[in-house]
C-alpha cells in the first residue's frame, strides 16, 4: 500500500503561480509510474502530468493543456511529487489528486493509489 498526500492547493489570481507536493508514504515499491490527476468544477478528470519512479525514472508526460506551464519533478530519495505550476488560467481551477500505480496501464485508466487531492482555485 501506497498513502500518498498532497498539499499546496489554493487560491491565486490568472497568471500566478503555485506548487503542489505530494509525500509517498507506507510500502513503497522500487519502481511505480506517479502523476497528478485534476478534476475540474463539472467532475471531469484529466491526468495533467506523469513520471516514472525507479531506476532511469527521468521520462515525463504532460497533458496539452499544461505543456509549458507546468512542471513534474520528484525528490526519489524523500519520495516527494511536485507540480510547479505556472502561469495559472483560470481553466487550471480544480482539485489535484496525486495518484500512483505499479503499472502504467492502470495508471492511465484507473490508478490503485491515491491521495485526498488539494484544491487550487485560480480567479481573475
Known amino acids: 500500500q501506497i498513502q500518498l498526500e498532497e498539499s499546496g492547493g489554493d487560491s491565486v489570481q490568472v497568471g500566478g503561480s503555485l506548487r503542489l507536493s505530494c509525500v509517498a508514504s507506507?510500502?513503497?515499491?522500487?519502481?511505480?509510474?506517479w502523476g497528478w490527476i485534476r478534476q475540474g468544477p463539472e467532475k471531469k478528470r484529466e491526468r495533467i502530468a506523469a513520471?516514472?519512479?525507479?531506476?532511469?525514472?527521468?521520462?515525463?508526460t504532460y497533458a496539452d493543456s499544461v505543456k509549458g506551464r507546468f512542471t513534474i519533478s520528484a525528490d526519489s530519495a524523500k519520495h516527494i511529487l511536485y507540480l510547479q505550476m505556472d502561469r495559472l488560467k483560470a481553466e487550471d481551477t480544480g482539485t489535484y489528486y496525486c495518484?500512483?500505480?505499479?503499472?502504467?496501464?492502470?495508471?492511465?485508466?484507473?490508478?490503485?493509489?491515491w491521495g485526498r487531492g488539494t484544491q487550487v482555485t485560480v480567479s481573475s
Open positions: 495518484a500512483a500505480d505499479s503499472d502504467y496501464a492502470t495508471y492511465l485508466t484507473e490508478p490503485t493509489f
Open positions: 513520471t516514472f519512479f525507479g531506476v532511469g525514472g527521468n521520462s515525463v
Open positions: 507506507g510500502d513503497i515499491p522500487g519502481a511505480f509510474f
